[in-house]
């Protein structure tokens, strides 16, 4: 049976020092806008830790759409409304490129017999041709 991470028991248990009040706003035409307020454990707003800014949009593809989900650097939520079109940019991309690295870790999984492997390039017909040979990919 495996044994949990360093520092985490079996059970499922909320940080009371790093709780966050959350705000959702939208235009509902282009996505959402989610502002996380640092509160303490007893919802008291936390002045020592800074209030969070995050994005959300769509994108469409051939399967439907695709969620991306992005920070905003903002220090106020005028400021996060500016620069969500910067961060919603800068988010599409850098999963354009996990898709891309996907694609290409898939791609190169495959692998493919050499020529005569399995014997006189036919279906059926006796197994691993060679002569006995060991071959290391």
Partial sequence: MATPPPG????????????????????????????????????APDPSRSTLYTGEAQLLTNMGPMPIGFDIEAKSLAEAVANYAAAAKEGIQRTMRELQEMRRQASSSIVIPPAGALGGGGLGGG???????????
């Fill in 8 to 43: 985490r028991s079996g059970e499922p248990t909320l940080d009371g020092s790093a709780l966050y009040r959350e705000e959702i706003y939208t235009d509902r035409q282009v996505g959402t806008l989610r502002v996380l307020i640092p509160v303490t454990s007893s919802g």
């Fill in 127 to 137: 197994g691993l041709g060679g002569g006995g040979k060991i071959q290391l990919p």
